[in-house]
């Protein structure tokens, strides 16, 4: 890196913080675009890893990119910046505040989840504590969903898309094999939510309803594992098969992790591991029933797929990306865009914000009403609340030859 | 099941066994196209779960079937018959016969792998010793792309394609993210051969070589974990990240389970399970290096995925399975239909057929020139050969910005 004289000019500093996404960087390109067609800065520069780049003065100028790149990068999965999860330490937001100064950069938009909103949010404070011209903006970003304000977060809709398929996939599978594995897991993402979870129900169209899964939510914790068992074994005797969607970090409901309370393991950095859902629930299924059972866990390619990606979450999130600059220009700061939902049939969103304070550090849940009365899936409700986030034609029809129709 | 009376008319029976995937019925729609418009036959009966559903008589009509219902089939994943895994007993293949001379079947297709085409060739060759007008072929099917004589097996270049898409993204996600996982592993399918392994190579295009994974394949065992831990080493000093996509049955040189030789636990049929070589090696990792790890596990929706599915192994797969029949119909019985590449550029394949005994039970292994000389990857002649596999325009362009734009 090297850095060529301070800039009269003002700068707009851009960075992109947590776990990565199939439209993060929609985001990322609708602020470049947005600010450099503004006329009001006379750079765009990039933090490397979030506030870490920043820290350590690892910048990219992205201005200048070349259209092209841009366009390619905007359908690119992943952070092209690369993200950071830097926790603030003492005199971090001082020498943060320190750099900007000496880089002319007087506007910084974070993309992010809830731990990026708050770091924006104590910058900005900071700045207006010490009366440094800064104006702050955080573009919302989690797959888990689970951001208060908006309707929902750019991400989500793509890794909805992504586990309706593969849950649906998984399903079939299980019906034409259930000698192969009657029982089947799929593990997925999502933290103390279940959105994520719940959108493994989507992928059954209004003919499929018999085939939908179980689904395991935060929100309604099993009281151990042998809830689990049971609801498992009621499926096998109605159905011959059974598939369960299970959050990866799934605990009970006085607190203990799912899979087993004793870690698995301890890594380097001494944090404990505790055993999958997924392979624990498995297991048990093994040996204490008499069938095959296995499970997916689809990992983060099912948050990066771009193959499988909505485009009303592509769209959304290079709106929120331009939106939170188009509100700088305006003279804002201390905001966070959102998505406020202005119509059901047909879909419709707008981009609106909302001050930093009211999203940082705070978690959105299911509500009660999307969730089905036996805990096990999700209601109408979170149907017409989640499908149109999926894109237009999300699934493709599958057919089934009729049952009543055997023999000659 | 309601049974009408013997027909009079010659029938063809089609059954489906072994693993589901993306095209199975896709095969399944070309016997019945081409079996109901061949007009030698008066009906096309379906069994239910294979073998085990000849046995049990469990049938299906499939030539009236809705030719609208057959094209949506066509397009589903899984198996829309059921398949089976039934293991031949003492008196099954007499049993199977005296059915199907009771319900007027002279002629029989079995789409699978290679257990499949040995029950085919058994039914064949019985029907023969006893003089039981049968004439028999089989469509092959498998994911684990490990047939001999066919230049590739359908199923293979769909979840060849899935797989290049997924561990592709997983990379830029290490990438953008190292310090939430640097070290990700991809367990993937494929049982004593490494091409599904192989195929995760396939996503980098020329630009992202730089970014191709380590691939452990069955054909060059490690001796240990150690070798593993030790590339992985190598791979984070050079590139600050490591994607290593591991097969989930690897054993070592000396056949030990490479996730660890102790059973993890026995299911309710008695059967040992060993550690997913996924879990092991990204506890290994964990607790050895002072990196991140995680793995994940695409699964049965890897194979399954109709989204991401080739469509040159959807065409392929229909060729298949209507080529068995036109063979049928020729007179020919005691084959298998097999793909015959007759061009690289452009690539072309015509259906042959050769006799299912030079198939069955017959596992084909990647061949040293596909192998990288380090063991750890491929070489351009196994891109030459699989890329085709995976149909027209099988990956989206990705974007990064030019790491020697830094600062300003």
């Known amino acids: 890196m090297t850095y060529k004289g301070f800039s009269k000019l003002p700068t707009l500093l851009v960075g992109q913080s947590g776990g990565a996404t199939a439209v993060i960087n929609a985001s990322l390109v609708g602020v470049i675009e947005v600010a450099r067609d503004s006329g009001q800065f006379g750079r765009v520069l990039g933090a490397r890893n979030g506030i870490e780049g920043l820290l350590a003065e690892r910048f990219i100028l992205l201005h200048d990119q070349e259209p092209e790149l841009l366009q390619v990068i905007r359908v690119t999965p992943s952070a092209a910046l690369g993200t950071g999860r830097h926790k603030l330490k003492e005199g971090d937001l001082d020498r943060a505040l320190a750099i ?131 609801a498992v074994e009621r499926d096998l005797q109605t159905r011959g098969w059974s598939v369960v969607v299970v959050p990866e970090t799934l605990r009970t409901a006085d607190g203990r992790h799912l899979g087993g309370n004793e870690p698995d393991y301890i890594d380097g950095f001494g944090h404990p591991y505790y055993p999958s859902t997924g392979a624990a629930l498995t297991r048990l299924v093994s040996q204490r029933l008499e069938v095959r059972a296995r499970y997916d866990k689809p990992g983060t390619a099912a948050r990066m797929s771009i193959s499988l990606a909505s485009a009303v979450d592509q769209d959304e999130a290079y709106a929120l990306g331009a939106g939170a600059v188009e509100r700088i220009v305006a003279g804002e700061s201390g905001i966070v865009t959102i998505l406020r939902r202005t119509g059901d049939d047909p879909y419709a969103c707008v981009v609106d914000a909302v001050p930093i304070e009211r999203v940082a550090n705070t978690v959105r849940r299911l509500p009660d009403a999307f969730i089905a009365g036996d805990g096990f899936g999700v209601t109408d409700a979170f149907r017409r609340y989640a499908t149109p986030l999926l894109g237009p034609e999300p699934f493709p029809r599958y057919g089934r030859f009729d049952e009543g129709r055997q023999g000659m």
Chains 1, 2 share one sequence.
């Open 100 to 230: 900007m100064r000496q880089h002319g950069i007087t506007a910084f938009v974070y993309i992010g989840g809830n731990d990026s909103a708050d770091t924006a949010h104590r910058l900005a404070i900071r700045a207006a504590e010490t009366g440094q011209e800064l104006r702050v903006a955080a573009v919302p970003k989690t797959i888990d969903n689970d951001l208060p304000e908006t309707d929902h977060c750019p991400g989500y809709g793509s890794i909805a898309r992504y586990l309706a398929n593969a849950v649906r996939d998984a399903t079939y599978d299980s019906i034409a094999s259930p000698q192969l594995h009657a029982v089947k897991f799929v593990e997925v993402m999502g933290r103390d939510a279940g959105w994520v979870a719940a959108s493994g129900v989507l992928g059954f169209l209004s003919d499929e309803r018999d085939l939908e899964p179980l689904v395991l939510l935060p929100e309604r914790p099993p009281a151990d594992v042998e809830v689990v068992l049971a």
